[in-house]
């Protein structure tokens, strides 16, 4: 790999990674949301919107929080937060649904659609959606509608139509697969929101974009608040666009190291886990070619995660291209350790972090200790733990 | 010339259009799909398009959807498929064979290791689903040297530059999708259908067969006035999905309709 990354290609690659792999229908659309892409993202205006929309309306920048407390505990080191979970909505997803929403309004569309796994890509559709006076309709698998029974209410209140999806293993992939479905049928006046980078080209390449405002203010606070870059990265990565957020910035700053952290749900050796980087192999689904969880068959495999948002079967092809190339490194965190990753920082510095998030955290305190005192890390914390108490108590065993 | 060329000049130099029924491969059971092929091509089907099932059928309603399930719940991949084409081929050796399906099996199986078996199991065609053009070189090579067509998607919204790009690389026949949508979904307008048969026969001259909403003979006979061929298969598969119960009576209405439709085209 040489020192400047200018990934994907024209076409969408990432090396051997995504493309556009879709059906004839939905070429004509992908062209058109890929030419209008290519022309916002350089245009002055739109740009300016969208940063005072960040601004004024998400809350950015979010803080770079030092965790002093929790570092000294495990005594290696420094941990900051970058507090993602402080934006509007509650998580990064916004980032990215503000982005396209805008894009949405300038070419045109009058309906957006989306899919959506934890809820916190549905309910930050849905209020970019609200703001802009724009229909949304929400595809969520129904296991999905039931453990993340809030984040559906709260997507109701703000006017969207939540469809429970009852096909396949009704949870993320099932949603996308009838997002696409429902695009391939709504194509002329609709504007399909994909929630992370994932999906045909360009939106791996445009989700990417827009959530790097994470690397890119997290790059700039490191260097004001510790005089200098953070040694590591950790993000946790389902899709992978909030890690893809944090990374891109720093990419060409090799010393930098990066760790995406997958779900093991009851741990890769089960075969019951969310952890395709780590576990599966390169194949083609949803419009794009990354590492997937398949079996000798090609048939997608159930995925298992405690977090509703980490439960998908790929990953963002720009995460295959970085783990082929060694830029970026694939780990894996169980279930059992999220959760204790959840009570740790609940504890230890007054944060609830969302259970996705919880993955990255759990395994800071395995990185940490290993590393000097006088080391940086920079955490994603991604999303807010609101949405997950019920998923908590019910695993728990506590009732209220 | 491929086993599709073939059909495809000899229907034009008799004047008759193609019937290709499509139906999930092991829906809903293993043992029903050859013998019911067999059946089909007996009621007047010219080519036969098998769907591959696959976990995640992005571009299909819920009719093929429920069909994939069901034959997904008797393990029913694209080996297995495979396998039935062997079977298939052992009596029936003039049929054009279409293997239907998502580019997901073929991709861990591996293009080389898919066009190997696809020419063992004397398959004619492949037509992968989420496989565009753009995409397709490397399959579309190693398929052509095995004399296997690869048959592509137009649909309603295919620009005269796509339709030559697929004039380029795909061969055997054309698969126009009459309708922005999933399979199985609305209804059939044959002006418009006719006015886009034009764009298309005016960017290639490969045989185009029309499918999405054909119901009955009457679609069928309508579709038939202007296409090279008539592709029916939710309307089939409705027919294995309101039988469960009773597999004989779903082939048996399944043959009616086929019988009907071909009546219908041949007038």
Sequence with gaps: ??????????????????????????????????????????????????????????????????????????????????REDLNHTGAHKVNNTVGQALLAKRMGKTRIIAETGAGQHGVATATVAARLGLECVVYMGAVDVERQALNVY??????????????????LKDALNEALRDWVTNIDDTFYIIGTV?????????????????????????????????????????????????FYPFIEDKAVKMYGVEAAGDGVETGRHSAPLCAGRPGVLHGNRTYLMADDDGEIIE????????????????????????????????????????????????????????????????????MRKDQIIIVNLSGRGDKDMHTIMQREGISL | ??????????LKASGRKALIPFITAGDPYPEFTVPLLHEMVAA?????????????????????????ERALSHHVGLR???????????????????????????????????????????????????????????????????????IFLLAPNTTAERIQKMHQVGSGYLYYVSLKGVTGAGHLDTADVDQKLQLIRANTDLPVGVGFGVKDAETAQKIAAIADGVV??????????????????????????????RQAMDV
């Design chain 1, 1 to 82: 790999m040489t020192d400047k990354y200018d990934m994907p290609d024209a076409r969408g690659h990432f090396g051997p990674y995504g493309g556009i792999f879709v059906a004839e229908t939905l070429m004509p659309a992908i062209t058109e949301l890929n030419e209008a892409y290519q022309h916002y993202i350089k245009d002055p205006e739109f740009l300016a919107e969208l940063d005072a929309d960040l601004r004024d309306y998400v809350g950015r920048p979010s803080p770079l929080y030092h965790a002093q407390r929790w570092s000294d505990h495990l005594g290696g080191a420094q941990i900051y937060l970058k």
């Design chain 1, 154 to 171: 709260r997507m109701k209140l703000l006017g969207a139509t939540v469809v429970p999806v009852q096909s396949g293993s009704k949870t």
């Design chain 1, 198 to 246: 994932a999906g045909p080209h360009p939106y791996p390449a445009m989700v990417r974009d827009f959530q790097a405002v994470i690397g890119r203010e997290a790059r700039q606070q490191c260097i004001d608040q510790a005089g200098r870059l953070p040694d590591a990265l950790v993000a946790c990565v389902g899709g992978g666009s909030n890690a893809i957020g944090l």
């Design chain 1, 303 to 370: 995925t298992h995660s405690i977090s509703a948002g980490l439960d998908y079967p790929g990953v963002g092809p720009e995460h295959a291209w970085l783990k082929d190339t060694g830029r970026a490194n694939y780990v894996n965190i169980t279930d059992t350790e999220a959760l204790a990753g959840f009570h740790t920082l609940t504890r230890m510095e007054g944060i609830i972090p969302a259970l996705e998030s919880s993955h990255a955290l759990a395994y800071t305190t395995k990185l940490a200790p290993t």
């Design chain 2, 1 to 10: 010339m491929s086993r599709l060329s073939t059909k495809f000049a000899e």
């Design chain 2, 44 to 68: 007047g089907a010219d080519v036969i398009e098998l769907g591959v099932p696959f976990s995640d059928p992005m571009a299909d309603g819920p009719v093929i959807q429920r069909a994939s």
């Design chain 2, 80 to 150: 297995k498929v495979l396998s039935m084409a062997i079977e298939f081929r052992k009596t029936d050796q003039t049929t054009p064979l279409v293997l239907m399906g998502y580019l997901n099996p073929i991709e861990i199986m591996g293009y080389e290791d898919f066009a190997n078996a696809a020419q063992r199991a004397d398959v004619d065609g492949v037509l992968t689903v989420d496989l565009p053009p753009e995409e397709s070189e490397n399959c579309v090579a190693l398929l052509r040297e095995r004399g296997i067509d690869q």
């Design chain 2, 232 to 261: 029916v298969g939710s309307a089939l598969i409705s027919k294995i999905e309101a039988n469960l119960d009773d597999p004989q009576q779903a082939k048996h209405e399944i043959i009616a309709l086929l019988k009907s439709m």
